[in-house]
């Protein structure tokens, strides 16, 4: 005999499925594709980085540092390696070229991604959902293609985005917070810039997304937290991110 109460809940299992069904739906009338930041937006690496640079520095005896320092280290997050290797050169009067401090960025950043960097809690199933829906999506992302590489291939993201993974190498080394790099990813996505969404959660990301005419959902973390007025929303992980887009 089925009891009221598992009726009841199975009506209403029904009924929550087809209620993501139909918001996925409403998504789909106004989003053409979504593209991704990748460091800090699809994986969790808000600290990764930081220990890289520190491991940089550590390398050239530099392993102190004042409140202004620790503020300079702060908005590197997100910067292209060229520009963030020159601007540590700069900053702590390195004698290692901006070549030599690229390098061991490099190496440093292999190695720590190669330990447990893992999605952004709800990724995997919010891209399901997308892939379903037959909503398009791609990454573009300012990490270097040396890093970028060990990455992709140990969490598999030719399974989530095909070929559609842009590094600054594809748009003649233009970095955010140019636009070139989400120009490119819609034109390969075959969508009007104006019809993408950008998941995005550094300052570069921000105006890159705002200068290619793309609305912005932010990944909140705790470098980012007083940036959120550059973003039309924002979201702790994915598990918020359909409520985010149906307010795009």
Known sequence: MIL???????SNSLNDTNNRKGT??????KIKAIIFDM???IIDTEDMWKNVTLDVLAKHGITTFGAEEELFLKNLSGMNIKYSSSALK???????????????TIHFGNVHLNTNIDFIEGFESFHLKLQEHGIPSGIATNA???NLKGISERLEFA???????????????????????FLHTAAQLG???SECVVFEDSIYGFQAAKAAGMKCIA???????DLMHHVHDSINNYHEAEEALKKI
């Open 191 to 193: 969508v009007d810039p």
């Open 219 to 225: 990944i909140r973390n705790s470098l980012n937290k």
């Open 144 to 146: 270097h293609p040396s």
């Open 4 to 10: 009221a109460w598992q009726v009841y809940s199975n």
């Open 39 to 41: 460091d800090g937006t």
């Open 24 to 29: 996925m739906k409403q998504i789909k009338q």
């Open 90 to 104: 700069s900053e702590f009067k390195l004698e290692a070229t901006v070549q030599e401090i690229i390098d061991h």
């Open 159 to 181: 399974k989530f985005f095909g070929t559609n993974i842009y590094t600054p190498a594809n748009v003649n080394n233009t970095p955010k917070p140019a636009p070139d790099l």
